[in-house]
């Protein structure tokens, strides 16, 4: 029987791939599979560039020295480094593997859409050459919160079909959970995972996002064990501003991370965790390679994971 490059993505989801070609062809042999089965778990950790902005030679130097061992990029990496093979021998050099690729997020306005998808699918095309993995796909804002039952569905279809051309390019997608966005509250997030097709559309799931949005972050590890790709450890505390609060450095919020933690070793997690902080918190005077520092100490020393 022979497979094709979609068959055998399904397959090597199933495995929590993270390298790629031996592990594919083993899953192949054992027939397709359409949810996210982990094995013995196994936590690796990565930290996300967002926090140096667009110093993403500096970010790859910090991250690499402090010992994380992949990285997520955001999109603006495609003009910093418009060669992505040469973004991905820089992150050889540093040994770091490019676990993500934030893409953007979903435009539901029917005339935005044809372009839309192409963006998402020319950043699945930079990932693959870069040598990446996972695909980070946002849902739409909207500053009144208000959404029509169509736009759910619609927003599950257009992840269904982003997640079809990622699979072409030899990446998944991962759908993230945002405050702001269609996908802030527990029960909007149900609402379009429900809408895509799970073959396509794996969850990214903030803990951060998850737990500000109203929800319970080592529930939600539990209830989408089969279809949990990777997760952003990420924490948030109240904050005197006008979204009334702000992420900071693990352990300094209110997320429950150690529970995070126990939840994904009971579902046997075998993936990335990345660890992300969109900025550095107000008046504390820190540098982001210190900001990830305060997080790889309380990784190491409260939650009990070598980084």
Same mark, same amino acid.
């Not at 990565?46 to 130097?61: R, S």
């Not at 192409?118 to 208000?146: C, P, W």
């Not at 924490?235 to 693990?250: H, M, R």
């Given at each position: 029987?022979?497979?094709?490059?979609?068959?055998?993505?399904?397959? !090597?989801?199933?495995?929590?791939?993270?390298?790629?070609?031996?592990?594919? @062809?083993?899953?192949?042999?054992?027939?397709?599979?359409?949810?996210?089965?982990?094995?013995?778990?196994?936590?690796?950790?990565?930290?996300?560039?967002?926090?140096?902005?667009?110093?993403?030679?500096?970010?790859?130097?910090?991250?690499?020295?402090?010992?994380?061992?992949?990285?997520?990029?955001?999109?603006?990496?495609?003009?910093?480094?418009?060669?992505?093979?040469?973004?991905?021998?820089?992150?050889?050099?540093?040994?770091?593997?490019?676990?993500?690729?934030?893409?953007?997020?979903?435009?539901?306005?029917?005339?935005?859409?044809? @372009?839309?998808?192409?963006?998402?699918?020319?950043?699945? $095309?930079?990932?693959?050459?870069?040598?990446?993995?996972?695909?980070?796909?946002?849902?739409?804002?909207?500053?009144?919160?208000?959404?029509?039952?169509?736009?759910?569905? %619609?927003?599950?279809?257009?992840?269904?079909?982003?997640?079809?051309?990622?699979?072409?390019?030899?990446?998944?997608?991962?759908?993230?959970?945002?405050?702001?966005?269609?996908?802030?509250?527990?029960?909007?997030?149900?609402?379009?995972?429900?809408?895509?097709?799970? %073959?396509?559309?794996?969850?990214?799931?903030?803990?951060?996002?998850?737990?500000?949005?109203?929800?319970?972050?080592?529930?939600?590890?539990?209830?989408?064990?089969? %279809?949990?790709?990777?997760?952003?450890?990420?924490?948030?505390?109240? !904050?005197?501003?006008?979204?009334?609060?702000?992420?900071?450095?693990?352990?300094?919020?209110?997320?429950?991370?150690?529970?995070?933690?126990? !939840?994904?070793?009971?579902?046997?997690?075998?993936?990335?965790?990345?660890?992300?902080?969109?900025?550095?918190?107000?008046?504390?005077? %820190?540098?982001?390679?210190?900001? @990830?520092?305060?997080?790889?100490?309380?990784?190491?020393?409260?939650?009990?994971? $070598?980084?």
């Amino acid at each position: 029987m022979e497979y094709s490059r979609r068959q055998v993505l399904f397959a !090597a989801s199933s495995f929590a791939v993270v390298s790629a070609v031996p592990q594919v @062809a083993r899953a192949a042999l054992s027939g397709l599979e359409q949810k996210q089965v982990h094995g013995r778990s196994k936590i690796e950790v990565g930290y996300a560039a967002i926090t140096w902005g667009d110093d993403l030679t500096g970010a790859i130097a910090d991250i690499s020295a402090l010992g994380y061992r992949g990285v997520q990029l955001r999109a603006n990496a495609v003009k910093l480094y418009p060669d992505p093979l040469v973004l991905k021998a820089e992150l050889a050099k540093h040994s770091l593997t490019f676990t993500a690729l934030s893409s953007g997020d979903i435009a539901l306005e029917p005339s935005e859409e044809a @372009a839309n998808l192409s963006l998402h699918e020319d950043h699945a $095309k930079y990932l693959s050459r870069g040598g990446g993995m996972y695909l980070q796909i946002l849902g739409t804002f909207r500053s009144n919160g208000v959404y029509t039952s169509d736009e759910y569905v %619609r927003t599950g279809r257009m992840l269904t079909e982003i997640g079809k051309r990622a699979v072409d390019q030899g990446v998944q997608i991962g759908f993230h959970n945002h405050m702001g966005s269609i996908a802030q509250s527990p029960e909007q997030l149900a609402r379009i995972l429900d809408a895509a097709d799970q %073959r396509y559309v794996k969850l990214l799931l903030d803990v951060a996002h998850y737990k500000q949005g109203g929800g319970d972050p080592a529930h939600a590890v539990r209830q989408y064990a089969d %279809r949990l790709l990777y997760v952003h450890f990420k924490d948030v505390k109240p !904050a005197n501003n006008s979204e009334g609060f702000e992420f900071t450095e693990l352990g300094q919020g209110t997320v429950d991370l150690p529970a995070d933690v126990a !939840a994904l070793r009971a579902i046997h997690f075998d993936g990335w965790v990345t660890v992300e902080l969109d900025h550095v918190p107000s008046g504390s005077g %820190r540098t982001p390679k210190e900001c @990830a520092e305060l997080s790889k100490i309380y990784i190491e020393r409260t939650l009990g994971i $070598k980084v």
